[in-house]
T-cell receptor
Framework: GQQVMQIPQYQHVQEGEDFTTYCNSS?????IQWYKQRPGGHPVFLIQ?????EVKKQKRLTFQFGEAKKNSSLHITATQTTDVGTYFCAVAPGTYKYIFGTGTRLKVLA | DVKVTQSSRYLVKRTGEKVFLECVQD?????MFWYRQDPGLGLRLIYF???????EKGDIPEGYSVSREKKERFSLILESASTNQTSMYLC????????????FGPGTRLTVL
């Protein structure tokens, strides 16, 4: 069945450093979503990518969908303490169902 | 704003008890989902529903059942709770087919003793 691998599992960065998390699928994707979960909170939708090679930006966050639509990345420039949390990718292999990656937990050291 | 609420933030139950977790959404969403979240395993789908009285198994349905009698309400039932069902349970809803944003509730931290 569909597998979604997300790396790294954990990342500790110094405030101001950059951060990247990667999501890789075993099959071609129709779209991919990214969510953020703050400590003690619930996942909140960040963005959806649909087109091959698509790049979207939200302030310091840059999201990219691979050319083959099998992988995606989320890059944060100059991390801040407010970026702390777990970042999940999610893919939809069927009509309604979603599969979430295992998440990357980001810790930002001030 | 979409609001998804869950009946309890924290719940402690004993092994063998029947447990009900309730989820309500106020945006007339078609689809509702139950996930459990465990460290290192991400979010795993237990069951989902795309319409009233309709349900589909997710990846880990064993030991769970669900009920959707009204569009806004989706219940997760643990028929006989076991210690390995200690987890964070998250409910979510979405409007249409895959690709629509999922909106999550605050979660219920269930401990089974």
């Amino acid at each position: 069945g569909q597998q979604v691998m997300q790396i790294p599992q954990y990342q500790h960065v110094q405030e101001g450093e950059d951060f990247t998390t990667y999501c890789n699928s075993s099959t071609t994707l129709s779209n991919i979503q990214w969510y953020k979960q703050r400590p003690g909170g619930h996942p909140v939708f960040l963005i959806q990518l649909v087109k091959s090679g698509e790049v979207k930006k939200q302030k310091r966050l840059t999201f990219q969908f691979g050319e083959a639509k099998k992988n995606s990345s989320l890059h944060i420039t100059a991390t801040q303490t407010t970026d702390v949390g777990t970042y999940f990718c999610a893919v939809a292999p069927g009509t309604y169902k979603y599969i979430f990656g295992t998440g990357t937990r980001l810790k930002v050291l001030a | 704003d979409v609001k998804v609420t869950q009946s309890s933030r924290y719940l402690v139950k004993r092994t063998g008890e029947k447990v009900f977790l309730e989820c309500v959404q106020d945006m007339d969403h078609e689809n509702m989902f139950w996930y459990r979240q465990d460290p290192g395993l991400g979010l795993r789908l237990i069951y989902f529903s795309y319409d009233v009285k309709m349900k589909e198994k997710g990846d880990i349905p064993e030991g769970y059942s669900v009920s959707r009698e009204k569009k806004e309400r989706f219940s997760l039932i643990l028929e006989s709770a076991s210690t390995n069902q200690t987890s964070m349970y998250l409910c979510a809803s979405s409007f249409g087919t895959s690709g629509d944003t999922q909106y999550f509730g605050p979660g219920t931290r269930l401990t089974v003793l």
